[in-house]
């Protein structure tokens, strides 16, 4: 199970990958999430943090992706749309034009921000 730490050098990867271009498309494997795609695609994420092993993905619309990696969860930085091959399903990915984040087996939910 990933720890704290191992989230925050994700995060820190993750920002330094995807915070300066918008995002071009952004997947989520479950139905209640989809509406939420079209909402976050063409917005810049603002800054990714943790809270324990949570990471949160801001955007610049008020919104915030709350990601846990639950027991065999990964988040990776990897070319754009370039996807590993792994067993694990993909349950989200944030695209941009150079890079893409995929995460497999995590739980995340979507909220507004004040």
């Known amino acids: 199970m990933p720890e704290g730490p191992e989230i925050k050098q994700a995060a820190d990867k993750i920002a330094s990958a995807i915070t300066h271009s918008p ?67 993909l349950r989200l990915a944030i695209h941009n034009h150079q890079k893409s984040a995929p995460n497999r087996l995590q739980s995340e939910t979507i909220r507004k921000t004040r």
């Open 23 to 89: 995002v071009e498309e952004i997947f989520f494997a479950f139905e209640r999430l989809k509406p939420y795609e079209s909402q976050l695609k063409n917005h810049r994420i603002t800054k990714v943090d943790t809270k324990g092993k949570a990471m949160l993905i801001h955007f610049d619309n008020q919104l915030t992706i709350y990601s846990h990696n639950q027991l065999y969860g990964k988040w990776m930085v990897r070319k754009a749309y370039d996807y590993p091959k792994t067993n694990r399903q």
